[in-house]
Structure formats: structure tokens, C-alpha cells
Nanobody
Framework: VQLVESGGGLVQAGGSLRLSCVAS????????MGWYRQAPGKQRDLVAD???????TYADSVKGRFTISRDNAENTVYLQMDNLGPEDTAVYFC??????????????WGPGTQVTVSS
């Protein structure tokens, strides 16, 4: 099973970016998918996650600005980020709790995508 993120980049404060993450491989079922971020010198923190049924959770710092969604048919999760600020600068990681075709369930991570917001 592999996860690959895309959509990061450099944006000015107040701008928007949309991150995508596609899961591939011997997947039987994807449970929760989420986005985490890690700024230099800081720990990796949850940004948002979404269950297969569409229930979402957001960090307080992004509520009202970020929207997580998923396409179950495409094994893809998205993160729409609006009104970005310099404090959102970090490497963003996709995470998926996935059951593979051998009935093993584990957490898988993508390699990360850099988001840089200039002031």
C-alpha cells in the first residue's frame, strides 16, 4: 500500500491551495484518512481527518478555513486550504488507516508535500 500527496507549493498569505492524496496497492478497505503537518522543529500534528462515512475532525487552528473531503471510489482524500497564513507553513502528510487484501490493518503515510505561505 502506498500513499502519495500532491498539490503543495508556495502561496501568498490569504491564498488557497488544494492538496490531494491517492492510496494505491492491495487495498481492501480504507478506514480513516487524514492530513497532518509538521513545521520545522515542531511535532507532527493532526490537521483534519475523515471517516469512510464522511465524519470529519479539524484542528482548532484550521476550523473554518480548511475542508477535508474524500472520494472513496478513487481512494483519494483532499484538503482544501483557504485563507492561508504564514503559520500554516509546514510539510503536510497524508495518513490512512487501511485494511489490505490480506486483512491486515495498519497506518500508512505519504512522503509529504511542502506548503509555504509567504507574508
Amino acid at each position: 500500500v502506498q500513499l502519495v500527496e500532491s498539490g503543495g507549493g508556495l502561496v501568498q498569505a490569504g491564498g488557497s491551495l488544494r492538496l490531494s492524496c491517492v492510496a494505491s496497492g492491495s487495498i481492501f478497505h480504507i478506514n480513516v484518512m487524514g492530513w497532518y503537518r509538521q513545521a520545522p522543529g515542531k511535532q507532527r500534528d493532526l490537521v483534519a481527518d475523515i471517516t469512510g462515512g464522511g465524519r470529519t475532525t479539524y484542528a482548532d487552528s484550521v476550523k473554518g478555513r480548511f475542508t477535508i473531503s474524500r472520494d472513496n471510489a478513487e481512494n483519494t482524500v483532499y484538503l482544501q486550504m483557504d485563507n492561508l497564513g504564514p503559520e500554516d507553513t509546514a510539510v503536510y502528510f497524508c495518513e490512512g488507516n487501511i485494511t489490505d487484501t490480506l486483512w491486515k490493518t495498519a497506518d500508512y503515510w505519504g512522503p509529504g508535500t511542502q506548503v509555504t505561505v509567504s507574508s
